[in-house]
């Protein structure tokens, strides 16, 4: 999944010296054989991908985080009592639609309520750094630098192909993703399933030279609609 970087939109123009690094997308990573062994491992307290222990460096700013290191700690973060990706969304949107009116101060108050119980959502993330920097508050570089880390785990996890869909937290962080970094519309919306059964939101990204398919893999997200 290539970056078009005239598409970087708010991220690009918000944060002047923006590098997305996509020299290698998944290559150490595929949801069916690694999804339930790094959630095992985000348990773990001996394991490198122990979720306390990664949130605690994503939340220094740590630089040594890998991009696997980054989908490890979301996929800790689903076992987490506060990840309910379908009531999360309106929060997310409603984040979206006061940066749209300009309303940045209360859209830095919802971002931080929300990050409060979810520390690695891609919206809230994306958005506070955003509102810092037209709020001209002096430390955006914290939230521009984890924004890229979501980014550039997202595109590192797959191509965003039926073969090899892209890993997202949210249902709508495919959209998020095609509309503020791709550079894209959103077209056509629908759902499907992978080789292996996993659940696949498919979206339709519309550019001025066509459109292409995009497809990222959320089953984590659905299993919790059946959590008890």
């Not at 859209?107 to 959502?121: F, M």
Request: glycine content about 6%; aromatic content about 12%.
């Amino acid at each position: 999944m290539p970056i078009n970087y005239k598409g970087l939109l708010r991220i690009l123009m918000a944060f002047f010296s923006l590098i997305i690094t996509n020299s290698s997308f998944g290559q150490d990573f595929d949801y069916h054989n690694d999804f339930k062994d790094l959630l095992k491992k985000s348990k773990d307290k001996s394991s490198e991908y122990f979720y306390p222990k990664l949130l605690e460096r994503f939340n220094a700013n740590d630089s040594t985080l890998t991009n696997k290191d980054i989908v490890a700690l979301q996929i800790g973060f689903t076992d987490n009592k506060n990840y309910k990706p379908y009531e999360t969304i309106y929060k997310e949107r409603e984040i979206l639609a006061l940066i749209s009116d300009k309303q940045y101060e209360k859209a830095v108050i919802k971002c931080d309520k929300l990050l409060k119980t979810n520390p690695v959502d891609f919206t809230a993330l994306m958005e506070k750094g955003f509102a810092y920097m037209k709020l001209n508050k002096t430390d955006v570089l914290i939230h521009k630098e984890k924004t890229i880390k979501i980014i550039n785990s997202i595109m590192w996890s797959g191509d965003g192909t039926t073969e090899r869909p892209c890993f997202v937290l949210s249902p709508i962080d495919g959209q998020t993703l095609i509309r503020y970094i791709l550079g894209g519309s959103i077209g056509t919306m629908g759902s499907g399933r992978d080789k292996n059964g996993y659940f696949l939101d498919i979206l339709e990204m519309k550019k001025d030279d066509g459109s292409l398919t995009k497809y990222f893999i959320i089953q984590h997200a659905t299993d919790k609609m059946f959590d008890k």
